[in-house]
């Protein structure tokens, strides 16, 4: 079992910037992930990261404006969100499975430990 928590979330206009964090709680080294779900929208992948920080993915919505990081001595994790707008507004999720390698931006995969959620809203 992973015990997952975002933090960071709020409002800012368009063009600015925030920076998410997540703690997972793991005996072992962990692969982790972002996630967010618009209003009225399924929820969709972001950014991805492997367990050795090595490898990562993006969503093409977000390429060249967000990055994700990982700090494993402090089993935190990151997203740092730069030149935001107004259809970055979502909940965004932070989620961790014990799978080594890059995971799927797929929300659907049964391998992730999920976060309650962080409101981010960009106002134009």
């Known amino acids: 079992q992973v015990h997952v928590v975002e933090s960071g979330g709020g409002s800012v206009q368009a063009g600015g910037s925030l920076r998410l964090s997540c703690t997972a709680s793991?005996?072992?080294?962990?692969?982790m992930a972002w996630f967010r779900q618009p209003p009225g929208k399924e929820r969709e992948g972001v950014a991805a990261?492997?367990?050795?920080?090595?490898?990562?993915k993006y969503a093409d919505s977000v390429k060249g404006r967000f990055t994700i990081s990982k700090d494993s001595a402090r089993d935190t994790l990151y997203l740092q969100m730069n030149d935001l707008k107004p259809e970055d507004t979502a909940l965004y999720y932070c989620?961790?499975?014990?799978?080594?390698?890059?995971?799927?931006?797929?929300?659907?995969?049964?391998?992730?430990?999920w976060g309650q959620g962080t409101q981010v809203t960009v106002s134009s």
């Open positions: 989620a961790a499975s014990i799978h080594s390698g890059l995971p799927p931006l797929d929300a659907k995969w049964g391998a992730w430990y």
């Open positions: 793991a005996s072992v080294t962990i692969s």
């Open positions: 990261i492997d367990s050795y920080n090595v490898s990562t």
